[in-house]
């Protein structure tokens, strides 16, 4: 069985940063894609950023481009989001997810087979 545990969440001002940490347990990230996603209250998820199995390729969306950065440490099987120049619209609960299928990138929820139980992020202006 796997299992994701964000954490890193928390309230921060306008301007300011947070590192998120996904952990995974009961399988190795090093074969898999990884990604996260975000939820604002009453919005659907949306994709974050997903990384490739060997950590080499990542990719955004747009709204976070230059001011996030994912990351990955296979040895100690986690998954890092830094989240720098924070603005209130990155308010929303952050999700890490994985894959059971051998994929470059996780870019759609669909996509995701694994979810963590969430870690919430509330950036005040």
């Known amino acids: 069985q796997v299992q994701l545990v964000e954490s890193g969440g928390g309230s921060v001002q306008a301007g300011g940063s947070l590192r998120l940490t996904c952990v995974a347990s009961g399988r190795t990230l090093s074969g898999y894609a990884m990604g996260w996603f975000r939820q604002a209250p009453g919005k659907e998820r949306e994709f974050v950023s997903t990384i490739n199995r060997s950590g080499a390729r990542t990719y955004y969306a747009d709204s976070v481009k230059g001011r996030f950065t994912i990351s990955s440490d296979n040895a100690k099987n986690s998954v890092y989001l830094q989240m720098n120049s924070l603005k209130p619209e990155d308010t929303a609960v952050y999700y890490c997810?994985?894959?059971?299928?051998?994929?470059?990138?996780?870019?759609?929820?669909?996509?995701?087979?694994?979810w963590g139980q969430g870690t919430q992020v509330t950036v005040s202006s």
């Open positions: 997810c994985s894959t059971s299928s051998y994929t470059s990138g996780i870019y759609s929820a669909g996509q995701c087979d694994y």
